[in-house]
């Protein structure tokens, strides 16, 4: 909706103002008018100036010609118009010449009409346009707020873009990953399988999100891209959602390269800010969140439980409304040393956060001494909880940051005064999963729960007078002769004297298998029939283990 160089010469095509060099830059905008009586115009000229002149003041000197160019060139002018056959029989061909290298758009005008013929209409129609691009502005504005007002979210937002540009558009967080988007049901001169091809370009993942996002923070301006769709030429026109120098995300727009671009981007620049004030009160709301559930954990956890003020407050928590409650803890990996931790456990919270409320709106996570702790409350049957949750968050960390975090679930509870069991539970989980499986893992309470009673100091000390002399002799030949006895009799254990199957987890052949057990016998005289032996046996070697492993 800008005055553009091609503006002009179709608002005087009947006055013989015609273009005489530079046509590649027939498309620059025209911010304002200015005429020339000084040949160090340069000096205020301004960038969008459509400059008029005589060309009294160089018309002798094809040096100053020369650098007068070179000098509007490098301002950002919009172009030059040159009145010729008074001062001038014609353009300069050094002019003429550079402009084209330059792309900077010659004009000439007749001797038939003054400067201020030229100079007002021009104006005029830089006035009327702005005038327009202002209602329209103010138009713009007062849909996108009453969106706002009215309690619509970001889809009614991106939903409000979309219908007032007519154009795709799509809405992304500080990953590049579409948090919503909107499509017009046809676009003019664009089929249905480049249609379907636009939507799939929404949907993905923003490429390059990482240099997108710079340039963006840096400008904090729109950004655009020109996107080729099966021959198709679209501009994608990207702008930050950005409130306080803190970054949101991104919006951006797919555009005809025919469309009305100036008020398409004043669109997209309303509906950032429209944006920034949703990222704002959900923000408001998490910490709101974050706040409650912090204060209601504490008491749950640590705080007198036959208080008064205590049981009243959990009697009118929305706990109250769970049929199961499970809480896990949730820890970043502290030998990773190039990570930031309590960046990174900002980040895990609101991961954590967006990921366990989504699917069960009752829970409540809070972060205690670099821990994230989350105690999910289940409104459906009193079954097992599905663990699947855990997996979606650890894959959800994973996809978008290099920290590994480790997990552990505590026991499911009825009752909100077991709750606290279930929390050391998960921190038991959450410890010894590390000790047995290292870090970025998932840890249940009945895969550690031997190794719980193992630490027991009165167990251990009886499994360690009664299996030592057993396990001793296998690490005494394995020392001695390189072999993995004990290893062997461990995953053979564990397995439940399958060959097949620890064969595999050793790999070597059944055979191999057969005589590394054989072995053993004629090492130890194990009996492989004695199972109560056995099990002792297999406990054994787990305490033995934990102990490496806390030695490590």
């Known amino acids: 909706m800008h005055l553009t160089i091609k503006d002009v010469l179709q608002l005087f095509q009947e006055q013989s103002v015609n273009l005489v060099a530079g046509a590649n830059g027939l498309n620059n905008i025209i911010l304002s008018t200015n005429i020339m009586d000084a040949p160090d115009i340069a000096n205020w000229a301004k960038p969008g100036d459509l400059i008029l002149t005589t060309g009294y003041t160089f018309k002798d000197d094809p040096v100053l010609q020369e650098q007068l160019i070179r000098e509007l060139a ?157 021959g198709y030429e679209l501009l994608l026109t990207s702008l930050a959602i950005m409130s306080d120098n803190e970054f949101f995300g991104h919006i951006s727009l797919l555009q005809p390269t025919d469309a009305f671009l100036d ?111 989350v105690l999910i409350a289940f409104t459906g049957t009193l079954t097992r909880p599905d663990p699947e949750i855990y997996t979606q968050l650890l894959e959800a960390f994973k996809e978008h940051y290099t920290a590994i975090i480790s997990i552990g679930v505590g026991t499911a509870v009825t009752d909100i005064r077991s709750v606290r069991q279930s929390y050391q539970d998960a921190l038991t989980c959450l410890n010894l999963g590390r000790i047995t499986k290292a870090g970025g893992h998932i840890t249940y309470p009945y895969e550690i729960a031997s190794y719980a009673l193992l630490e027991n100091p009165d167990t251990a000390s009886l499994l360690t007078h009664v299996y030592e002399a057993t396990l001793a002799k296998l690490e005494n030949s394995d020392t001695l002769h390189g072999t993995e006895l004990v290893k062997t009799l461990e995953k053979y254990l564990e397995y439940d004297k399958n060959l097949t199957d620890s064969a595999k987890e050793l790999y070597i052949h059944r055979n191999t298998l057969t005589n590394r057990l054989e072995r053993i016998h004629d090492i130890t005289d194990l009996d492989f029939s004695n199972r109560e032996f056995l099990f002792g046996l297999r406990l054994a070697l787990r305490q033995r283990k934990l102990r490496r492993q806390k030695l490590r």
């Not at 919009?78 to 330059?102: C, H, M, N, Q, S």
């Not at 949907?203 to 997108?212: A, C, I």
């Not at 929305?318 to 980040?347: F, H, Q, W, Y």
């Open 74 to 230: 490098a301002v950002g002018i919009a172009g030059l118009a040159i009145k010729t056959k008074r001062f001038l029989p014609e353009v300069p061909l050094i002019i003429k010449a550079l402009a084209d290298e330059l792309s900077l758009p010659i004009i000439e005008l007749p001797l038939t009409l003054s400067l201020s013929e030229i100079l007002n209409p021009i104006i005029s129609s830089i006035a009327a346009r702005q005038s327009y691009l202002l209602g329209r502005s103010n138009e713009i504005h007062k849909t996108l707020t009453n969106v706002a007002i009215k309690g619509g979210g970001l889809n009614a937002i991106i939903a409000c873009l979309g219908k007032l540009t007519q154009c795709p558009v799509g809405c992304y967080d500080i990953h590049g990953s579409v948090l919503s988007h909107w499509l017009p049901e046809s676009i003019p001169g664009v089929d249905k399988r480049i249609f379907k091809q636009l939507d799939k370009l929404l949907l993905n993942q923003v490429t390059q999100n990482e240099y997108l996002q710079a340039k963006l923070s840096q400008a904090k301006t729109p950004y655009t891209q020109q996107v080729t769709v099966e």
């Open 263 to 373: 008020i398409n981007c004043m669109a997209l620049e309303h509906t950032c800010t429209v944006a920034a004030l949703d990222f704002l009160k959900k923000k408001a709301v998490s910490e709101s969140h974050r706040l409650y559930s912090r204060d209601i954990l504490e008491h749950i956890l640590f705080g007198d439980l036959t208080n008064q003020t205590t049981t009243e407050t959990l009697a009118t928590s929305k706990l109250s409304k769970a049929k199961l409650l499970e809480c896990s803890v949730i820890e970043i990996n502290e030998s990773e040393g190039d990570v930031n931790l309590p960046v990174m456990a900002t980040r895990l919270y609101k991961t954590t956060q967006q990921l366990v409320s989504a699917q069960h709106p009752l829970s409540l996570i809070s972060e205690r001494t670099g821990k994230i702790i």
